[in-house]
């Protein structure tokens, strides 16, 4: 079993940067391949970063490519967002997941713990 904590989010302006990072407890999480999604009113939940086992394997949707970066350190059991020149269409309430497999995975349903989520919201 995997148990996530997710960091607060918060309230940036645009252009702005802002860093979430998700704690994980459990035994195995250095073999689970780690996501982060977000969801905003009127929008389906969308993968914005997703990274493999070891860290060595990464993949971003294009809305957020060369702005976010997802980083892990499995000493700490922890994974990060880095979130750098924030958009307001980056507003969303933000998860991490993980799931038990060894590659990325960018599909939801696919992944088999999230966490509690956290608002992100950027002001124009």
């Known amino acids: 079993q995997v148990q996530l904590v997710e960091s607060r989010g918060g309230l940036v302006m645009a252009g702005g940067s802002l860093r979430l990072s998700c704690a994980a407890s459990?035994?195995?999480?250095?073999?689970?391949?780690m996501g982060w999604f977000r969801q905003a009113p009127g929008n389906e939940r969308e993968c914005v970063a997703a990274?493999?086992?070891?860290?060595?394997?990464?993949q971003y949707a294009e809305s957020v490519k060369g702005r976010f970066t997802i980083s892990r350190d499995n000493d700490k059991n922890t994974v990060y967002l880095q979130m750098n020149s924030l958009k307001p269409d980056d507003t969303a309430v933000y998860y991490c997941?993980?799931?038990?497999?060894?590659?990325?995975?960018?599909?939801?349903?696919?992944?088999?713990?999230w966490g509690q989520g956290t608002q992100v919201t950027v002001s124009s």
């Open positions: 997941a993980a799931a038990n497999r060894l590659g990325t995975v960018v599909v939801g349903n696919e992944y088999n713990y």
């Open positions: 459990g035994r195995a999480f250095k073999r689970y391949a």
């Open positions: 990274i493999d086992w070891s860290g060595g394997s990464t």
